[in-house]
């Protein structure tokens, strides 16, 4: 008999490591468990700088350990959060180390529309309550950007779209292409390693960050939480682009302006050139009208002179004329008066002397003047006398009557 | 502006020359000057309006990427244009 049997190792009892061993060859054989889709939420969620992510799936009865290899993670279209309802394809594991069964998931999607709505719902109004949203932090776009960023992957349609149209529409763009991942788990991060870069060129007038169309996973990197946020902090006006008309992401409501489509955006942020040669058009148009209204104005103002009262009265306007004329005038007089007053004392020194010519002068000294008594003829010479001829004598105090008689006559010889 | 308006306009950007065209004409628009100054300001708008449209007519966009150096430098590297650039209006892919 040994004492010791019971406490001594039975024959048919397994180490831990063998029932470890026992219990992964059974859970990894099962066909159902090698591959497998199960639907969840995720918590806990643990993305290690290995590049692995830990999480949690769960629902109300149960929650297993759920493990991403980085290998994997390259085939996820987005970057889960805790809250998510997922759907995880992959394969159960036993790792014996830590007595720890796992879902080993290689990808993931969302449980169906409603899933992917209350994720975003979710977020949204965490920002939306922060104000992130307001449209009071809206920026305008420039009118006629002259340094145009844009962030989209160089893989897509959406670049070269982008690309050929602002070319076609704004020829004094400077477009900066600054390419991006723009889907899968490290997108959102490269989004904004890409929008740092954005940030750092002081040149740049307007952003348009974007992708083209694809699945509600696909789009998700333009949902994230810290995009979002950066996307709102961005030194310049951002335009999102992301998917077609009818998708929406949270960089849609963060963002300056959405854009429909990445096309659209382009068209958003330029002007069309011909717009605005028009534009320069009308306003050489509006340059000549408005001066040729001036010369009008002017030429109109002097209608309105013409027909002031200076002009219409002119004896206003003349009234100093007038006065100027009429002193000058009297100074005429004057000179006039002056000069009949020297003219005259002239014509008293002319009469003097005139009189002293006066032949009535020579009578007081005792000559006599004889003239015909009915013609008044001067009678100088006998030769003017015949007999009987009725003389006048002038002496100086009067006069006599005298007649010629027959002989006379008498000539002088000298 | 005093003289050498034809060297500012040359220096001026585009939006500048076409902000101040316009302010030119809303000038003239508004009166209130002497036609004297009138036609200082139409010499003034005609030079800015040919300036304009002479920048419209030479100008062509450039593209460049941003790059970063192996030291971590920002830099921008020109491309040149895909000249088969039809427009695709596919914008499905990403």
Redesign the interface.
Known sequence: MNLFSATEPQEDALTIGQLAFQIKRVLEADPILSDIAVTGEISNFKAYPSGHLYFTLKDDEAQVRGIMWRKSVANLAFRPSNGDRVVATGHVEFYGARGEVSFIVDNMRFAGQGALAEAFERLKQELASEGLFDTERKRPLP??P?CI?LIT?P????A??V?????RR??????????AA??GFDAAEDLMRAMS??A??DELDVLIIG????SAE?LWAFNDEDLARMTAEFPKPVVSAVG?ETDFTIMDFVADLRAP???AAAELVTPD?RD??A??GS??H???N??A???E??RTRLDSLRSRRVLTHPQERLRPVREALQSQRTRVRDAFSRRVKIERQVIATRRAQLQALDPLRVLERGYALVSDTTTGALISSVQDARADQSLKIALRDGSLAARVSDDSASTRND | MPSKTQAQSADL???AA?RE??E??AA??A?H?S?EE??R??QR??TL?DS??A??AK????????V?TSGGE?T?QR?E??DD?E????????
Do not use: K, N
């Open positions: 009118d006629m002259r960023g992957s893989a897509g349609a959406a070269h779209d690309i050929s149209i602002l070319r704004w020829p004094l763009a400077r477009v900066l292409f600054i390419p723009v889907q870069w954005a750092a060129v992708r083209g169309g694809g696909d077609h489509t990445p096309s050139v605005v040669q534009f320069v306003l050489r509006r340059l000549y408005a001066v209204g001036d010369v104005l002017a | 950007s585009f939006e076409l065209l316009d030119v004409v003239l628009e009166g000057i036609l009138s036609l300001l139409l708008g005609i309006a304009c449209d920048t419209l100008a062509e966009a450039t593209l460049e990427q941003l970063a920002l921008t491309i244009w895909d650039d427009d695709a209006e596919d914008d499905d892919s990403a």
